[in-house]
């Protein structure tokens, strides 16, 4: 591995970073042990939304990781190009 591996460790930090501004990290975590009954008191509406804010965003952080993952074992596609020259 020629590449510089601290630039890869900014790039981490930055992924960690945005991972952990996601939603799913929102007002309804906050609260996580009042988190079912507070859940049913809300509107049909609303848990529709926070339920579909969860799944999407949990699909979001999940590929984020996975990103942050190959980066972490050098074999993202900026450490690939860089082995191929």
Known sequence: MSRD???????L???I??????EIFSEER???????????????EKRETI???FAIGIQEVENALLNALEIAKGIDVLNE????G
């Not at 591996?5 to 790039?11: F, S, T």
């Open 30 to 44: 906050m609260m996580a042990k009042d988190f079912p009954e507070w859940f049913c008191e809300q509107c049909p």
């Open 13 to 15: 930090s930055v992924m």
């Open 51 to 53: 339920l579909n804010r």
């Open 5 to 11: 591996r601290l630039e890869d460790l900014g790039r």
């Open 81 to 84: 190009s860089i082995g191929d």
């Open 17 to 22: 970073d945005n991972i952990l501004e996601n």
